[in-house]
């Protein structure tokens, strides 16, 4: 089964539980988010060991290769000193070292395909997962527009706030009332005609001010 094949499988089956205890679309897209990110964890640890395993089977393969060389050195030197036989052991054994050698590099071989193929699969899951995120805020910030209206529909619709917008008009009106009673108290009466008296009034009291500070220079003794 593939990567994507097991986590279609695994999100397929918690969202249709979700569902049935009607979660909110909100959580089940982080739960999404969720399973992608832990998948790619796994995915990563994957690619971790294979990596690991493929340094182990090169390190072997070099050991090997140095042996095959020996080997093959050693035939060499028998064939030098006339000993057929010897270095006919000595090729036997190269080329049984060189069967173990092919069978490692095909192991090796089938790890880079492995490796290659979890390259693959971590970039268009990670792709996958950048999308899902950025979806995931754009849902959010709609999210909380769409609230902040509703909040406000429902704030327009509330009785409460009618009620204190008519409480506010009354007290509006009851004003009116006191400014119209205010008027109603200077009706019939000129207000020029007050300005003269109170003017009169002024001057009495000037006129007596200034009597009083004639009286006192006229009894101050001349020098």
């Known amino acids: 089964m593939g990567i994507f094949s097991r986590l279609h499988d695994i999100i397929h089956a918690n969202i249709n539980l979700m569902l049935e205890k009607a979660e909110n679309p909100e959580k089940i897209i982080r739960l999404v988010i969720q399973e992608m990110e832990d998948t790619l964890v796994e995915v990563r640890s994957d690619a971790a060991r294979t990596i690991a395993g493929k340094k182990r089977l090169q390190r072997q393969l070099d ?4 042996e095959i060389d020996e080997w093959q050195r050693k035939a060499e030197l028998a064939l030098s000193r006339d000993r057929e036989e010897l270095a006919r052991a000595a090729l036997k054994e190269k080329h049984r070292l060189e069967g173990q050698a092919a069978v490692l590099r095909q192991e090796l071989e089938n790890l880079d395909a492995q490796l290659a193929e979890l390259n693959r699969d971590i970039a268009r899951l990670q792709q996958k997962l950048d999308e899902a995120k950025a979806r995931h805020k754009a849902m959010l910030m709609k999210h909380a527009t769409v609230s902040g209206r ?17 409480r506010f008009e009354s007290v509006e009106q009851k004003m009116e009332r006191m400014e119209g009673k205010i008027e109603a108290w200077d009706l019939g009466h000129d207000p020029a005609l007050a300005e003269q008296f109170a003017e009169l009034e002024t001057e009495d009291i000037i006129d007596e001010e ?12 001349e020098s």
């Open 63 to 66: 050991l090997l290769q140095g």
């Open 150 to 166: 509703l909040h406000t529909r429902q704030q327009l619709h509330d009785g409460r706030l009618e009620e204190a917008l008519a």
């Open 210 to 221: 200034l009597s009083r500070l004639k009286s006192r220079l006229s009894r101050k003794p």
